[in-house]
């Protein structure tokens, strides 16, 4: 089975700070990603990565940053967190397959960290 | 017109009925397509995905009709454990090389005995 996992469940977290997610999968996935979900918004995608040390940006960039250093982990930075931070953040990874740029294998999300910024 | 878009419910059906959700794209060039399922205070997990012949899952069935650019989920026979929001995903080229997973907002399934 595949299995992401995030560093931490719940995170409460004071204006200003910087905060870290991190996110592991063990498939070998080339695809990884981060989103944040919020009542009534659904799904945002923030960031994500195709490979080792690429990044691409989402819908919702802004007062985010990524890294990838490493294929199985996926980071996100706030890099001084707000209160309109707060939500859900979801990382999910997937295949990708050669060639067919237009195809995208299945996502598989981690369980999510639910951070408050107060 | 949203890029994918769903009746957000509350469906609220009794134990054993036939249940439909239907939710419709945007991007007439969409390539891949899934049905969702997220408990609430969960992660979403891949229910299944669709395929153009139109698939069935035991008690599930989704159909892709690609000329309304609409899928479909059915659920038969619902179980209280069916209770859950459902999340219609298609994928979208932006711009770039690759395409990106859209997931619509979910309709809400509530199961009563």
């Known amino acids: 089975d595949v299995k992401v996992t995030q560093s931490s469940r719940y995170l409460v977290k004071r204006t200003g700070e910087k905060v870290f997610l991190e996110c592991v999968q063990d498939?070998?996935?080339?695809?990884m990603f981060w989103y944040r979900q919020d009542p009534g918004l659904g799904l945002r995608l923030i960031y994500f990565s195709y490979d080792v040390k690429m990044k691409e940006k989402g819908d919702i960039p802004e007062g985010y940053s990524v890294s990838r250093e490493k294929k199985e982990r996926f980071s996100l930075i706030l890099e001084s967190a707000s209160t309109n931070q707060t939500s859900m953040y979801l990382c999910a990874s997937s295949f990708r397959r050669q060639g067919q740029i237009l195809y995208l294998y299945e996502q598989y999300f981690g369980p999510g960290t639910r951070l408050t910024v107060t | 017109r949203k890029e994918v878009e769903q009746d957000p419910g509350p469906f609220n059906v009794p134990e054993g009925a036939t249940v439909a959700f239907n939710c419709t794209y945007s991007n007439s060039a969409s390539q891949s397509f899934f049905w969702y399922r997220q408990d609430c205070r969960k992660e979403p997990k891949l229910l299944m995905s669709?395929?153009?012949s139109g698939n069935e899952d035991g008690r599930f069935t989704a159909q892709l009709n690609r000329a309304s650019q609409y899928i479909s989920l059915l659920i038969r026979d619902s179980k209280l454990s069916d209770s859950a929001t459902y999340l219609c995903?298609?994928?979208?080229?932006?711009?770039?090389?690759?395409?990106?997973?859209?997931f619509g907002k979910g309709t809400k399934l509530s199961v009563k005995p």
């Open positions: 995903v298609v994928n979208m080229k932006n711009g770039g090389s690759q395409g990106n997973l859209i």
């Open positions: 669709v395929y153009s």
């Open positions: 498939m070998d996935h080339e695809n």
